[in-house]
């Protein structure tokens, strides 16, 4: 809508042109949001009739674990890589979340206490390790983007340029990709998840939806396939749950 009031013209006037325009000038990200609201404005004749390109599905296939093994121990160590990248990376990495999950992540979401370090991405939150725990505890207290005086209260694990916003998560990804941190490291990062762990789980902690990680599960041969969603009184070797008040 803004972009088109600079331009001068109407909702009602906006043409395929326009709408190709604006494509051509933003990143993947920018599009994918865009769709919904095009597709919305069609349906109820806010706008002229336009036609979308179909949406790729794009299905990255995995590194090897060999290959993330090797690149999460060149983010935990090499100090030449900036911190923001390598706290970013090793997320994606060790946690399997999208970009767009982890520039919504808060300093609140990453959590202190008996436990050690935990990061809250679904629930329960999901143990930090040490190595990975310094370098966390490192970027929060060096953040980017924290000088001006609008956001020195930012609270954003990754803050943006713009007070108040989170980084932009195709910037994010512009940064990260240049140390060979992609979907394809999100993909191994998962399975191997989903290979220690019964998918139920894996959705909980790491905040996927449960279909994905049991499609993905059956995908690649889990043999945790007869385990019940929300039978979860025992966890699974190698998880380490929240512990209760009472524990």
């Known amino acids: 809508m803004t972009w088109l009031a600079e331009r001068g013209t109407a909702l009602g006037d906006c043409r395929q042109a326009d709408v190709d325009l ?11 949001a865009l769709r919904a609201f095009l ?17 790729p599905i794009n299905q990255a296939q995995p ?6 093994t090797r690149l999460l121990g060149r983010l935990l160590t090499d100090e030449d890589i900036p911190l923001r990248t390598r706290v970013a990376g090793i997320i994606v990495l060790l946690y399997a979340q999208p970009l767009t999950r982890i520039v919504r992540l808060t300093v609140d979401d990453v959590v202190c206490n008996d436990d050690g370090v935990l990061l809250r991405l ?3 939150p999901t143990p930090v390790p040490a190595a990975f725990a310094e370098l966390l ?6 953040r980017d983007n924290m000088n001006t005086a609008t956001n020195r209260d930012s609270t954003w694990l990754f803050p943006g340029r713009k007070a108040g916003q989170p980084m932009n998560p195709d910037g994010l990804a512009a940064i990260v990709h240049q140390v060979g941190v992609t979907t394809a490291g ?7 998840h989903l290979a220690e762990t ?13 279909k994905t990680t ?7 041969g889990s043999d945790w396939s007869r385990y019940a969603a929300g039978d979860h009184t025992r966890s699974p070797t190698g998880w380490t749950p929240r512990r209760t008040l009472d524990s």
Not at 22 to 32: E, G, K, P, S, T
Not at 63 to 68: A, N, P, V
């Open 39 to 55: 597709t919305w404005c069609a349906s109820g004749n806010h706008i002229r009739s336009i036609e979308l390109p179909k949406q």
């Open 122 to 124: 679904g629930e329960p």
């Open 198 to 210: 019964p998918a139920p789980v894996v959705a909980d902690a790491l905040h996927y939806h449960h």
């Open 137 to 142: 505890q490192r970027w929060i207290s060096s």
């Open 186 to 192: 999100r993909a191994a990062a998962i399975r191997q």
């Open 22 to 32: 604006w494509r051509a000038q933003h990143h993947q990200h920018a599009r994918n």
């Open 63 to 68: 590194l090897g674990q060999d290959q993330r």
């Open 214 to 220: 049991t499609r993905i599960a059956s995908e690649s």
